[in-house]
Structures are given as C-alpha cells and as structure tokens.
T-cell receptor, first 115, second 113 residues
C-alpha cells in the first residue's frame, strides 16, 4: 500500500537558519502530495501541496517540489522563525489507488526554533 | 466561513465506559473523515463518508467503534466500551467531493484511565 516516510525529529534550529525536512513516499498511482502543520494545541493546517511531478508548492516562505524520479517532497525554508515551531506532516492522496481522497501521513517531524 | 468544528475538545473517561465525539464539517463539504492520531504519530484514517454513505471503513475496529452521518452533514464517532489503548486524539476532516484538500478540526483528545 501507499506510505510516507519523513525524517524523525525533533529538529532544533536557531532563528534565521535554513530548514530541510525530508519526505519520501511510496505509491502505486499518481498521488498528490501535501505538507500539513500542527501548531501546539491546534488542528492540522494545510501548508502547501503539489499535484503532479515537478510542481512546486509554496506558502509562508516554505517550499517543496514534487520529485517523481526520487519519490520525494522535501520541505524547505530559507530562514526559520520562532513562530515556525510546530509539528510538520508530509502526506499523500492517491485517488487512483481506489482509496478515494484518503490522506496517508508520515509520522511527523517536530521543529523547534530557538531565538 | 466556519471551519470544521469538533466537540468536546477533551474527554477523560474510565475504561469500559462509552464515549462519543461529534463533528460538524464545513458547509458544502460532502466528504467527511475521521482520523486517529496516536501520540507522536501521524493521523490514520478510521472512516470516510461521501454524504451519508460510509465508503471506506476498513480501518474502523467494528467490535467497539461505530460512526454515523445520518443526514450527510454532522457525524458522530462512538467507542463502547473504551479501552486504555484508545487514548489518542480523534480528528475530523472534511473536503469537497473530488477535491483532495481536506480541512481538519482541532480534534478531541481522549484519555482513558
């Protein structure tokens, strides 16, 4: 079945540091890829998405590029802020697999940004 | 526009007791999902509805879990009886049919003691 693997955390960075959170996936069809963010005490929020190969999703300074050849969707940000501290989830949706719009999530990566 | 609303936010119950969670999706969203999120893990799908029909409940432990979405809008997820291992966050999400972008509620954190 489909699966998502992301780097384990926590990731601890100083403010203004460069961020990369790795995500790779396994899918039988042609999935859409997502990054969700969960701030403390809040629900999951969609951060960005990409629906086909070579698409780049971007939002709030975060970017991720859908790489079909490496089955990856790594999250990057050039300069993190304390307010970016949260848990980040990589996910995929693969309607062609027969699972409809069900999201398959990775295990999450906690990011801690220190002033 | 209001987001996905879940209640209660927190629930503490003794094992073997019943518990129910409620979800009100975003208006116009035909697809509703219940996910289970264990501590330190990503959410996992329990059940997916298209309108009032449960189209994917393969991951729902049917011996103790049940769900309903009678009028194709609000949904209730029930556990009876609860076990210690059911302690987790139960997330509800909704989306428009055919659209992969799902919006999540804040979740209900269940603690079984």
């Amino acid at each position: 079945g489909d699966s998502v693997t992301q780097m384990e955390g926590p990731v601890t960075l100083s403010e203004e540091a460069f961020l990369t959170i790795n995500c790779t996936y396994t899918a039988t069809g042609y999935p859409s890829l997502f990054w969700y963010v969960q701030y403390p005490g809040e629900g999951l929020q969609l951060l960005l998405k990409a629906t086909k190969a070579d698409d780049k999703g971007s939002n709030k300074g975060f970017e991720a590029t859908y790489r079909k050849e490496t089955t990856s969707f790594h999250l990057e940000k050039g300069s993190v802020q304390v307010s970016d501290s949260a848990v980040y989830f990589c996910a995929l949706s693969d309607p062609t697999s027969g699972a409809g719009n069900m999201l398959t999530f990775g295990g999450g990566t906690r990011l801690m940004v220190k002033p | 526009e209001a987001g996905v609303v879940q209640s209660p936010r927190y629930k503490i119950i003794e094992k073997k007791q019943p518990v129910a969670f409620w979800c009100n999706p975003i208006s116009g969203h035909n697809t509703l999902y219940w996910y289970l999120q264990n501590l330190g893990q990503g959410p996992e799908l329990l059940i997916r509805y298209e309108n009032e029909e449960a189209v994917d409940d393969s991951q729902l432990p049917k011996d103790r879990f049940s769900a309903e979405r009678l009028k194709g809008v609000d949904s209730t997820l029930k556990i009876q009886p609860a076990e210690l291992g059911d302690s987790a966050v139960y997330l509800c999400a909704s989306s428009r049919s055919g659209n992969t972008e799902a919006f999540f509620g804040q979740g209900t954190r269940l603690t079984v003691v």
